[in-house]
Protein backbone atom coordinates (compact mmCIF):
# COMPACT_ATOMS: atom_id res chain seq x y z
CA UNK A 1 0.00 0.00 0.00
CA UNK A 2 1.34 3.84 -0.84
CA UNK A 3 1.21 5.85 2.23
CA UNK A 4 1.92 9.64 1.54
CA UNK A 5 2.43 12.22 4.15
CA UNK A 6 1.50 15.54 4.05
CA UNK A 7 3.57 18.48 5.52
CA UNK A 8 6.13 16.75 8.13
CA UNK A 9 6.61 18.89 11.15
CA UNK A 10 9.63 20.82 11.26
CA UNK A 11 9.01 20.58 15.51
CA UNK A 12 8.78 17.12 15.23
CA UNK A 13 9.01 13.33 14.01
CA UNK A 14 5.59 13.46 12.74
CA UNK A 15 3.23 14.92 9.75
CA UNK A 16 0.23 16.60 10.15
CA UNK A 17 -1.24 13.74 8.00
CA UNK A 18 -0.91 10.27 5.89
CA UNK A 19 -3.25 9.23 2.95
CA UNK A 20 -3.15 5.62 2.85
CA UNK A 21 -5.81 3.26 1.48
CA UNK A 22 -8.08 6.25 0.17
CA UNK A 23 -8.30 7.63 3.66
CA UNK A 24 -6.33 10.78 5.22
CA UNK A 25 -5.42 10.09 9.13
CA UNK A 26 -5.14 13.30 10.64
CA UNK A 27 -2.63 13.84 13.64
CA UNK A 28 -4.03 15.19 16.76
CA UNK A 29 -4.48 19.19 16.11
CA UNK A 30 -4.61 21.52 19.13
CA UNK A 31 -6.11 24.88 19.34
CA UNK A 32 -3.34 26.86 18.36
CA UNK A 33 -2.44 29.04 15.06
CA UNK A 34 -0.33 26.61 13.01
CA UNK A 35 1.57 29.59 11.15
CA UNK A 36 2.46 31.72 14.87
CA UNK A 37 1.93 29.10 17.46
CA UNK A 38 -0.42 31.55 19.12
CA UNK A 39 -2.79 29.65 21.08
CA UNK A 40 -6.21 30.79 20.87
CA UNK A 41 -7.80 32.66 23.41
CA UNK A 42 -11.36 32.21 25.02
CA UNK A 43 -10.86 28.58 26.64
CA UNK A 44 -11.86 25.67 25.64
CA UNK A 45 -14.60 26.18 22.79
CA UNK A 46 -11.76 28.84 21.15
CA UNK A 47 -9.68 26.23 21.02
CA UNK A 48 -11.77 23.39 19.85
CA UNK A 49 -12.81 26.25 16.94
CA UNK A 50 -9.25 26.92 16.28
CA UNK A 51 -8.42 23.27 15.87
CA UNK A 52 -11.18 22.66 14.02
CA UNK A 53 -10.26 25.16 11.76
CA UNK A 54 -6.42 23.81 11.83
CA UNK A 55 -8.63 20.21 10.42
CA UNK A 56 -10.27 21.96 7.97
CA UNK A 57 -6.68 23.08 6.24
CA UNK A 58 -5.06 19.94 6.70
CA UNK A 59 -8.36 17.39 5.01
CA UNK A 60 -8.29 20.32 2.30
CA UNK A 61 -4.59 20.07 1.44
CA UNK A 62 -5.21 16.02 1.24
CA UNK A 63 -8.23 16.17 -1.13
CA UNK A 64 -10.82 15.90 1.73
CA UNK A 65 -13.43 18.21 3.81
CA UNK A 66 -15.93 17.79 7.02
CA UNK A 67 -18.25 15.79 4.65
CA UNK A 68 -15.71 13.31 3.94
CA UNK A 69 -15.13 12.55 8.06
CA UNK A 70 -15.95 9.30 9.13
CA UNK A 71 -14.46 9.46 12.27
CA UNK A 72 -13.14 11.67 15.09
CA UNK A 73 -11.46 11.46 18.47
CA UNK A 74 -11.39 14.50 20.70
CA UNK A 75 -9.01 14.25 23.39
CA UNK A 76 -10.33 16.44 26.34
CA UNK A 77 -8.14 18.02 29.86
CA UNK A 78 -11.50 18.70 31.61
CA UNK A 79 -14.70 16.85 31.17
CA UNK A 80 -16.65 20.51 32.75
CA UNK A 81 -15.44 21.81 28.97
CA UNK A 82 -17.39 19.11 27.08
CA UNK A 83 -20.80 20.72 26.69
CA UNK A 84 -19.05 23.91 25.18
CA UNK A 85 -16.81 21.80 22.89
CA UNK A 86 -19.90 20.14 21.79
CA UNK A 87 -21.91 23.42 20.52
CA UNK A 88 -18.61 24.28 18.55
CA UNK A 89 -18.41 21.03 17.18
CA UNK A 90 -21.88 20.76 16.24
CA UNK A 91 -21.49 23.89 14.23
CA UNK A 92 -19.07 21.89 11.86
CA UNK A 93 -21.05 18.98 11.81
CA UNK A 94 -24.63 19.84 11.54
CA UNK A 95 -26.14 17.03 9.54
CA UNK A 96 -22.93 14.85 8.55
CA UNK A 97 -22.55 13.39 11.96
CA UNK A 98 -18.72 10.46 11.95
CA UNK A 99 -18.19 8.19 14.43
CA UNK A 100 -16.76 10.14 17.64
CA UNK A 101 -15.18 8.97 20.67
CA UNK A 102 -14.65 11.68 23.81
CA UNK A 103 -11.25 10.87 25.84
CA UNK A 104 -10.64 12.24 28.95
CA UNK A 105 -7.14 12.68 29.76
CA UNK A 106 -5.17 14.29 32.23
CA UNK A 107 -2.49 16.17 30.02
CA UNK A 108 -2.48 16.69 26.33
CA UNK A 109 0.81 18.03 24.60
CA UNK A 110 1.49 21.40 26.74
CA UNK A 111 -0.07 22.62 29.60
CA UNK A 112 -1.85 25.42 27.76
CA UNK A 113 -3.72 23.04 25.44
CA UNK A 114 -6.77 22.50 26.41
CA UNK A 115 -7.96 20.02 23.94
CA UNK A 116 -6.37 18.10 20.74
CA UNK A 117 -8.70 16.79 17.70
CA UNK A 118 -7.47 13.49 15.49
CA UNK A 119 -10.07 12.73 12.52
CA UNK A 120 -9.55 10.18 9.83
CA UNK A 121 -11.67 11.33 6.37
CA UNK A 122 -12.21 9.64 2.90
CA UNK A 123 -10.18 11.00 -0.33
CA UNK A 124 -12.79 11.83 -3.42
CA UNK A 125 -16.23 11.94 -4.31
Excluded at 56 to 82: I, T
Aim: contains cysteine; proline residues 4%; glycine residues 10%.
Amino acid sequence: MDVRTLNPSPAGPFSEACIAGGLVFTSGMAGCDMRTGAVAAGGAAAQARQALENLRQVLAGAGSDFSKVVKVDLMLRRREDAAAVDAVYAEYFRTHRPARCWKFVSDVIAPEFLLEIEMVAALGG
